[in-house]
């Protein structure tokens, strides 16, 4: 097998022609063995010739080749050398994250510590680093056959990291002078909403403080009711649109490189559920449209196709709740997933013994909220104020939620003993999380671990089969040659960049892959929509 290290400058000299904006790649370590490493230099004299070995060796599609940190890895090697990696990927880092989810990143040599490795001195620093990554790669292929990870290593977390290389190169096209736009928009909106607080409070105070929020929703209290909740309305509507501004707009604005058209951000799996996330900047937090007093704020429009592109987006229905369903195996749920029409009315008129006719948009809300919050394994006061209810009204819903489907209550407390009798639960794919205390004689922390026990086989089996969907579609649309880019991950849903040309069949693909991504005994519905930006996406039949 082969090992690459990479040894990476910022741009100062003009005799590396590999680089990509700001860094130079000055260089390339291969390994084989522990005694052999050769430095392939990057420089204007041995350019062609290094490059011409590394474009071979990376070709060949049946070779095992470890990197570290293999993503970051992959995509300087396209972006300053426009090499393409087709070999079969190793990252000790991604394995070591399979082992013990819930640690933080190690460095290299921190990880050669854990497990005892080390390596000759080299002239190259990078080539000491480079077999300390051939040893540790062996050690850690051992590790995870022991422990019955090293197929979801090899299937499914290798071939993710590669694909989010890809998506990181792609990067996501937006339209800057759209934002210039609705930053004025709403920063004139918060100006008018703030306005109208200092008027219904009667003076002017810091909407940031809480202490001042305080001291006049009591004054209000005691005076006049509708102009406490009118203060109440106007003051979540400023909140809104702040977060727009600051969680959102602000990071993409802050972000993003002179003159770039794409939104270029770092996409993660190292999560304890495995979950991939976004950072720099983080579109998954991009919200749905927000209306106030009739004006829409729109960010995700800004994120647009290129011309003779169309955004196509495909959304797993219900997926969490379906996987509830399936290691319940609760006979109600089940019986609600097997029958065409919208679930959560369907749920609402079984909980609360009505005709579906008869379920009102609140009581649908509701349902899905407290679906939702059991998935996430929600406390009391937390759900209480998710659905806008007291805490005793709450918990008299649950009381009759799991009075109609007692296979819920009964998986929760199968799950809670397997994980407290082996210490660690299992996703679907095989996927484990350590959670030691479970067992814990402090009843917060137990309560904690008990949880998260239910939210990581859930969520992190949901994790699972969004990686094997894009996965599958992937391999698919390469083997159609079809120019279509995965560009956004939302979890359960994932956003593709699709010629024109090429629309009809990848809907048909992405329909197929995804519903057949893994098999549980209840189906995996996909909902596909297209539009030409994010915020105008429309279903497709």
Known sequence: GGIGARIVRRRGESNYPCCHRDTVLTGVVLCWQESKVFVLQLDQKNYNQSLELLRDVLSRGKLKVCMWEAKDSVRL????????????????????????????????????????????????????????????????????????LYTAYTDIEMPTQLLLAEMEIQGVRWDREYVDLLWTSVEEKMVELQNKLFVLSGKKFNLRSRTDISKIKSSLRDSCEAALCEFNSTLRNWRVL????????????????????????????HT???????????????????????????????????????????????????????????????????????????????????????????????????????????????????????????????????????????????????????????????????????????????????????????????????????????RTVRLRGLQTYLIIHLHDELIYEVKDSSLEEFVTIIRREMQSAIEISVPLPVKVKKGSSWGQLEVID
């Not at 680093?129 to 051939?134: K, M, S």
């Not at 969680?247 to 993660?268: A, F, I, K, T």
């Open 77 to 148: 090697l396209r972006q300053c050398c426009q090499l393409t990696c087709a070999v079969r990927l190793r990252d000790p880092t991604v394995a070591e994250w399979l082992l013990k989810p819930h640690a933080n990143t190690p460095t290299l040599k921190q990880l050669a510590r854990t497990y005892g490795v080390s390596a000759p001195q080299c002239s190259e620093e990078a080539g000491f680093q480079a077999v300390l990554v051939w040893q540790l790669c062996h050690l850690l292929n051992t590790r995870l056959k022991q422990a019955g």
């Open 242 to 269: 702040n977060s727009l501004k600051t969680r959102n707009m602000s990071p993409l604005l802050m972000q993003q490189q002179e003159g770039d058209v794409r939104v270029r951000g770092s996409w993660e799996t």
């Open 272 to 474: 304890v559920t495995g979950r991939i996330s976004m950072q720099e900047p983080n579109l998954q937090h991009v919200p749905r449209d927000i209306t106030v007093d009739d004006q829409v704020f729109s960010l995700r429009t800004a994120f647009v196709a290129g011309r003779g592109y169309s955004l196509v987006s495909a959304d797993f229905c219900q997926l969490e709740l379906r996987l509830l369903t399936h290691f319940s195996q609760d006979a109600a749920l089940y019986h609600t997933f097997t029958t065409v029409g919208d679930v959560f009315t369907s749920i609402a008129a079984e909980w609360n013994a009505i005709p579906i006719d008869q379920v009102t948009d609140a009581v649908r809300q509701h349902t899905k909220q407290l679906c939702y919050g059991l998935v996430y394994g929600m406390g009391l006061r937390t759900l209480a104020e998710e659905m806008g209810v007291e805490e005793p009204q709450a918990a008299e819903m649950v009381e009759r939620f799991h009075r109609t489907y007692p296979g819920i209550q009964s998986y929760i407390a199968r799950c809670v003993e397997q994980c407290r009798a082996r210490g660690y639960v299992t996703t679907i794919m095989g996927r484990q999380r350590f959670l030691p205390e479970i067992n814990s004689h402090n009843k917060a922390l137990r309560a904690q671990a008990e949880r998260q026990a239910v939210n990581t086989t859930i969520q992190g089996s949901a994790a699972d089969i969004a990686k094997a969907a894009m996965l599958r579609v992937d």
